[in-house]
């Protein structure tokens, strides 16, 4: 068993588990809480290293063995998936009914449909589709003592009080790890283009301001590798033609192929250096230098290859502006040198009660997060 292959922070397991049913994940869980141990959740991997160095590492579980689409109902628009499922995996379920989960992220092949939620993977697909938890009606989660909970439900008018399944999205596996989720779902549009305009960044900053009142699909301004503005347009001819003459008004006309989208989603998960703005939408170009992808109008930037004194200097400025900055890719030296998270904002002592409550013994990725 590999177990190198499951570091995190400089840190390896002593073992892996690998659970193929709720049933399975609990009883692990359980064992771990009663022996006081500390456990990472793993999926794809293509975001597990985002977070402190946990304070104890004892276990990895992964759970990729939770994969398989468990209903699919075409007609109400929704599917029950297992978390472990990857993102490909579930597209190519939807498409031949014409659906899609208007979720993207690095690397579908990898990614997990779980860990994109536990992570809340942010992509172009914001613009138009808004957080990931809100493509999420309910799940099946199981806390830090092995309890089995459910959250939500299977269709889309439920309600059955607090929405958990909400919250659950970007905690990082610290508070539960989903087993089994009901996603929303889409028809697929039945025509999607991409434009590219090149220049000046602040001509493109300018230009990408002006288009954010039109009802687009994507909208990305780049400073890695090449300086251009991306636009997506999707739905029917009639729409997908109109929003093409109106993005030629802005000189936005050259023809690319959509595959760019996963290319800037891929970068923002290899780069050595990744730092992700949270900023308000429309602030999303606060940082224009060195290499940046910017999801306008998503309140989500990128800054690829940045220095520790440029990242602290730019987390400064976000944090002015209520705004924050992650950094979730680096070495072990620049977390330490800068810190992931910055200024929390979630109060100290509702993040504590929140861990209190779902994982009383610390055995969901202890230190990962402030607290």
């Known amino acids: 068993m590999d177990l190198a292959a499951y570091t995190v922070s400089g840190r390896a397991p002593a073992r892996v588990e690998r659970p193929t049913t709720s049933v399975e994940l609990a009883q692990v869980l359980e064992r771990a809480h009663r022996a006081s141990e500390a456990v990472l959740l793993w999926g794809g991997g293509t975001r597990v290293g985002i977070g402190d160095a946990p304070d104890r590492y004892d276990a990895a579980v992964d759970l990729r063995g939770l994969q398989g689409i468990v209903e699919l109902s075409p007609a109400d628009l929704v599917c029950t998936v297992r978390a472990g499922t990857t993102l490909a995996d579930l597209a190519a ?37 808004q957080h990931v938890r809100d493509w999420v009606l309910g799940c099946e989660a199981v806390l830090g003592d092995g309890t089995r909970a459910r959250a939500g439900g299977r269709v889309v008018k439920n309600v059955t009080g607090f929405d958990l399944a909400r919250l659950y999205s970007g905690t990082y596996g610290t508070l539960a790890a989903l087993a089994e989720v009901s996603l929303k779902l889409v028809a697929v549009d039945p025509h999607t283009r991409t434009f590219r305009r090149g220049g000046a960044v602040s001509e493109l900053a300018r230009i990408g301001e002006a288009l954010r009142t039109l009802p687009l699909d994507g909208l990305a301004l780049v400073t890695h590798r090449e300086t251009a503005l991306y636009v997506r347009v999707a739905g029917t001819l009639p729409v997908v033609d109109r929003l093409t003459r109106e993005l030629g008004a802005h000189g936005v006309s050259e023809p690319v192929s959509g595959d ?8 923002c998960a290899d780069t050595a250096i990744v730092a992700r703005l949270a900023l308000a939408p429309g602030r999303e170009a606060l940082h224009q230098g060195g290499a940046v992808i910017a999801y306008l109008g998503t309140g989500i930037a990128f800054v690829l290859d940045g220095s520790v004194d440029d990242l602290r200097a730019l987390r400064a400025r976000c944090e002015e502006q209520g705004g924050a900055l992650v950094l979730e890719r680096a070495s072990d030296a620049e977390r330490r040198a800068l810190g992931t998270w910055g200024r929390s904002r979630v109060p100290p002592a509702i993040a504590r009660s929140l861990k209190e409550r779902f994982d009383p013994h610390g055995v969901l990725a202890p230190g990962r997060l402030p607290a």
């Open 93 to 129: 379920a939807l498409t031949p009914v014409g659906l899609r989960w208007p979720v993207e992220a690095a690397h579908p092949e990898r990614a997990t449909v779980g860990g994109t939620i536990a992570s809340a993977a942010p992509g172009a697909s914001r613009l138009r589709h």
């Open 260 to 267: 760019i989208w996963q290319r800037l989603a891929d970068d």
